[in-house]
């Protein structure tokens, strides 16, 4: 039965405990790389279609994602201490639930990267185009700086290329990336510790000078789409901004994942984890209240979904008459401080993104590739997808198949439906690995877990239960997207996978011992995401 292909648990944790990794990671060590993670792009790149969502309230929207990531990352935990090796989700998922649960959650994985990866470029175009214009005076034209806005017409997505027709700069850094690759290239750690620097003291810099610029009146109405936004607008609202906003939370895996490093993990896994949750939440509460609080969210209307048709006339006509508010702003933290007169701190802003987002797209789309490659390994996709350039050395066909999609994508959706789309691939591998969780309690109670979650029957429901209430809070379109999604895997899978999986045929290969080799040389960032979540 194809419910009984399930990898052996006990080959993979034999050779992890052959690794075994010096213990050396304590609580501080562990909440700084939880921040160096989580904070990245979202923040960036998300500040003004959460207040276009949900205006003031949007500050809610950051408690509840970073509530859904704190229970998601406590499950996380303790199935990345058992399992320690590459594959997070997907290797998770073949050890527990079996072949065709793990190759769904490998194929949301391939639509969470390529995707974000998208969306990242997009923010990245944001900025670029923004510091260009600030320090020359140059600009592309209007439809040349943005892809069409997007509306449905039923079930079928309708562009509107009257204010936008491609993004060329977002094509560019995604095709960029996707070279860099594909040559091989390497990041030390020094350098991205230099990288997760700049966008903390960025952030740390915007709060300092829009705290003093606050002004009460913005803050009403605080929730002017309510908390599900009005009736028949799907993705609206406090909780619908808390769906979109997800995605500047994950990147907290990378302490789950570091849980075999640490000492004591039972004690110091939960503080790592909770504690670079608060502090990231604190602030994304302060950069959300001084970006509100400063200028004002100025909604263009109640209700209007962020990247439609209608959405981008209002704003094309609000520049028009030279007040481009802050939820129309594709540099959100930037526009905010040129708006209060602070026209060198945006740019040092701008600068910062355009220093910092590359390095993101880059680790995505290498998470991107390691996904393909741990499934074609597995014998789930053809192993000529993972096949490696005899000079470079690197897995070039997949790089290549990603880096297209990726700019495809990048040069005809808005960033935020980009994060949505992205999204609905995140939250449904954090639901299985949640199940996952309940699933191995009850199977095998007496496996050794170096961490435990605490009160497991109550924090895996309520993370699985979270996951799955963000996912029908995201915008209809994106909830589609998933659906569509897995019924092409599904075709991919029974026409190939299920033919040709080395499990299937009793070829037993886990390949743990090499598990930690990437497909690239490109090696993991501390901070940086492996498959099953990124650095947002």
Same mark, same amino acid.
């Given at each position: ?55 003031p309230g ?33 290797t ?40 260009l ?30 204010h ?10 995604a ?10 290239t ?7 510790? &230099?990288?997760v ?60 994942? &570091? ?28 950069? &959300? ?18 990247g ?49 987002l ?10 991107q ?16 997808l993972a ?7 690197t ?13 495809? &994508? ?19 591998a ?7 969780v ?14 435990r979650?605490?009160?497991?029957w ?52 886990t ?26």
């Amino acid at each position: 039965m194809i419910l009984d292909r399930i990898k052996p648990l006990n080959a993979i944790l034999a050779t992890a405990e052959k690794k075994s990794l010096h213990r050396s990671l304590g609580p501080v060590q562990l909440t700084l790389l939880g921040v160096g993670a989580i904070i990245g792009t979202g923040i960036f790149v998300l500040t003004a279609a959460a207040a276009q969502k949900a205006g003031p309230g949007m500050m809610w929207s950051f408690m509840i994602a970073g509530f859904v990531c704190a229970v998601a990352a406590l499950c996380y935990s303790e199935i990345a201490s058992m399992v320690p090796v590459s594959g997070s989700a997907y290797t998770y998922s073949y050890a527990v639930m079996g072949e065709l649960l793990a190759w769904m959650v490998g194929w949301a994985l391939i639509l969470e990267y390529a995707v974000a990866a998208s969306a990242v470029s997009v923010g990245w175009s944001g900025y670029f185009m923004g510091l260009l214009k600030s320090w020359t005076g140059f600009e592309l034209p209007a439809l040349l700086q943005a892809g069409p806005a997007w509306s449905m017409n039923g079930l079928l997505p309708v562009a509107d290329f009257s204010h936008g027709v491609i993004n060329v700069p977002a094509i560019v850094v995604a095709l960029a990336v996707t070279a860099l690759l594909m040559i091989g290239t390497k990041e030390s750690a020094n350098f991205n510790a &230099a990288l997760v620097a700049i966008k903390v003291t960025a952030l740390t810099m915007f709060i300092v000078l829009t705290l003093p610029a606050i002004k009460g009146e913005h803050f009403a109405p605080f929730a002017p789409n309510g908390w599900f936004g009005p009736s028949g607008s799907s993705g609206m609202g406090i909780v619908g901004a808390a769906a979109s906003i997800f995605f500047a939370y994950v990147g907290f895996d990378a302490v789950s994942t &570091a849980a075999e490093e640490t000492k004591n993990p039972q004690r110091n896994v939960p503080i790592g984890l909770i504690g670079s949750l608060a502090i990231c939440t604190v602030f994304y509460l302060l950069v &959300a209240a001084g970006a509100i609080g400063a200028i004002g969210a100025q909604p263009t209307a109640i209700g209007v979904q962020p990247g439609t048709a209608e959405f981008a006339h209002q704003c094309a006509a609000l520049a028009a008459a030279g007040n481009e508010p802050l939820v129309c702003s594709n540099e959100a933290l930037a526009h905010v401080l040129r708006s209060i007169n602070y026209t060198w701190a945006g740019d040092m802003i701008g600068l910062a993104a355009n220093l910092a987002l590359p390095s993101v797209i880059l680790m995505m789309m290498f998470g991107q590739t390691r996904i393909f490659f741990v499934m074609a390994r597995d014998g789930l996709l053809p192993e000529k997808l993972a096949s490696v350039h005899p000079k470079w050395k690197t897995p070039h066909v997949v790089t290549i198949v990603t880096g297209v999609f990726v700019a495809i &994508a990048a040069a005809l959706l808005p960033v935020g439906q980009l994060a949505d789309i992205s999204n609905s691939g995140t939250l449904f591998a954090f639901f299985m690995v949640a199940v996952a969780v309940m699933i191995l309690r009850v199977r095998d109670p007496g496996r050794h877990r170096p961490f435990r979650t605490p009160l497991v029957w109550v924090t895996a429901p309520v993370a699985a239960g979270g996951c799955v209430f963000l996912f029908l809070n995201l915008p209809t379109e994106a909830q589609m997207v998933l659906p569509i999604w897995g019924g092409i895997g599904l075709l991919c899978y029974f026409a190939y996978g299920y033919r040709m999986s080395h499990v299937g045929r009793g070829l037993i290969e886990t390949h743990e011992e090499d598990s930690d080799t990437p497909p690239v040389p490109v090696p993991p960032l501390p901070g940086a995401h492996t498959p099953g979540g990124k650095d947002a």
